[in-house]
Nanobody
Framework: QVQLVESGGGLVQPGGSLRLSCVVS????????IGWFRQAPGKEREGVSC????????HYADSVKGRFTNSRDNAKNTVYLQMNNLNTEDTAVYYC??????????????WGQGTLVTVSS
């Protein structure tokens, strides 16, 4: 069973930066989708990013393009989300997500417990 543990959330002022981490463990596939989604109170789930390990391509939501960056450290089994120039609309619980069927499918998707990011002055 795949397990994901996120960390790095917290309180930050508008314009600030945070880096989220996600430690991945369990029986992962050679190729899969790995990324993040978020959910703010009263709003629908929003996909943030997804990296395809088959070709290394990462897709980002329009709302975060140019500000957020996905990365991966294979040796540490950890993925990261670097978030720069944060604004109040980025406030949400962020979840790391593992997609065994690839970024294009949510079939058997697994997510972590989430980490709260609060952007406020």
């Amino acid at each position: 069973q795949v397990q994901l543990v996120e960390s790095g959330g917290g309180l930050v002022q508008p314009g600030g930066s945070l880096r989220l981490s996600c430690v991945v463990s369990g029986s992962i596939l050679d190729y899969y989708g790995i990324g993040w989604f978020r959910q703010a109170p009263g709003k629908e789930r929003e996909g943030v990013s997804c990296m395809s390990t088959s070709d290394g391509t990462t897709h980002y939501a329009d709302s975060v393009k140019g500000r957020f960056t996905n990365s991966r450290d294979n040796a540490k089994n950890t993925v990261y989300l670097q978030m720069n120039n944060l604004n109040t609309e980025d406030t949400a619980v962020y979840y790391c997500t593992y997609r065994p069927a690839g970024c294009e499918s949510r079939y058997l998707e697994v997510w972590g417990q989430g980490t709260l990011v609060t952007v406020s002055s």
